[in-house]
């Protein structure tokens, strides 16, 4: 009997996001989200890119990826690459962001402090939420059109950590909302600005998942959401993905307790790992487990496998995620095409 590979490389990096210049990565909250987007940003570094990565909800988890102190509200280099290519990052501050935006269209510099100072800010993004995610994503924008003092961009890509798919299409559609709401001036203006950008060529939304049932539901919804929004599917990064040890074909009898007990003991012995009844017994019991995982794997690709997106599958890191599990993981889409 063969055993599959579980992981199957090539080119799966679809030509729209080959392109585009910024990019969302949203997946449901514990799919490993924020570090897929960190090892995205690392592998597009890799070929010779500027890569501004974007954190959006204040967690400062790319802060802790990188072990680097908390991200202040202004780009931060927090790894280098070949070809003169890097990563830099972003945590935005909404309150920082909003006094830059009111400054740069209200001129309102000193006013701005003073609304900090008596908590309207709060009052503003409270009483009017969309806000928040305006600002948020004008911030985002600004930082795609940026130029140096020659009047080169400064970025080649943008990487955004989104909100989780539960979000993502309010947050990427909620500056035409406030378009509608806001009927002249620089409001409207800023938010058909980004509206143009979210949905251009140049922008893909990636959604990260699992090989489990929520993950996978979730992945199939947002699809079709942000399809009806009229937004760019890239594409959706399987991850945690385990390594295939068992034969395909042999699956449903290990999962329904058919391991020939006695067979496996006398292989063991073969490679001179003799081991005693009771080691036997949980070696069967956890193959047995292994199986039916494997098992839930299979039917939860079958349903993935509906959805109309390229797949990129990352392997199931056994060690803490940091900073070298993710150039592992970088390093895996790199061989899948990115």
């Known amino acids: 009997m063969t055993i599959e590979p579980l992981i199957v490389q090539g080119d799966s990096w679809p030509a729209l996001a080959r392109d585009a210049r910024l990019h969302f990565v949203s997946g449901k909250g514990g ?3 924020t570090t897929v987007a960190a090892a995205l940003a690392v592998a597009l570094a890799a070929e010779g890119k500027k890569v501004l990565l974007v954190e959006v909800e204040g967690r ?12 202040p509200p202004t780009d931060h280099p927090v790894a280098a690459a070949e070809g003169g290519g ?18 740069m269209f209200y001129n309102l510099g000193f006013a701005g402090k003073a609304i900090k100072k008596v908590g309207a800010i709060d009052f503003v993004t409270t009483v009017a939420p969309g806000l928040r995610d305006v600002v948020i994503t004008g911030k985002i924008k600004e930082r795609v059109i940026a130029t140096d003092k020659k009047g080169q961009l400064l970025y080649d890509v ?24 806001a009927k002249s001036g620089p409001i409207r203006n800023q938010s058909e600005g980004v509206v143009r950008l979210l949905h251009s060529p140049q922008t893909v939304v990636h959604l990260c998942t699992l090989l489990e049932a929520m993950p996978i539901q979730e992945t199939i919804e947002s699809v079709d959401e942000l399809t009806a929004k009229d937004l760019n599917i890239g594409a959706v990064f399987v991850n945690r993905v385990s390594s295939a040890y068992l034969p395909y074909d042999a699956l449903d009898a290990i999962a329904e307790g058919n391991l020939d007990a006695a067979a496996l003991r006398a292989s063991l012995a073969q490679a001179g790992l003799p081991v005693s009844d009771d080691d036997l017994t949980g070696l069967v019991a956890e193959t047995t487990d292994y199986a039916i995982r494997m098992q839930s794997q299979q ?11 390229p797949q990129i599958t990352l392997p199931e890191i056994d060690e803490h995620i940091d900073l070298g599990a993710v150039y592992l993981l970088a390093a895996a889409m790199r061989e899948a095409g990115v």
Do not use: C, H
Request: net charge negative; glycine share 8%; hydrophobic share 50%.
């Open 31 to 33: 799919t490993g989200k």
């Open 60 to 71: 400062q988890g790319i802060a802790q990826i990188f072990d680097v102190p908390p991200l």
């Open 86 to 103: 890097g990563v830099w990052a972003l945590a935005i501050d909404i309150e920082y962001a909003l006094l830059e935006y009111l400054d």
């Open 158 to 181: 943008i990487v955004v950590d989104s909100p989780p798919t539960g979000r993502i299409g309010n947050f990427l559609d909620v500056t035409s909302a406030m378009r509608d709401l």
């Open 299 to 309: 039917v939860a690709q079958a349903d993935l496998d509906a959805v109309d997106a």
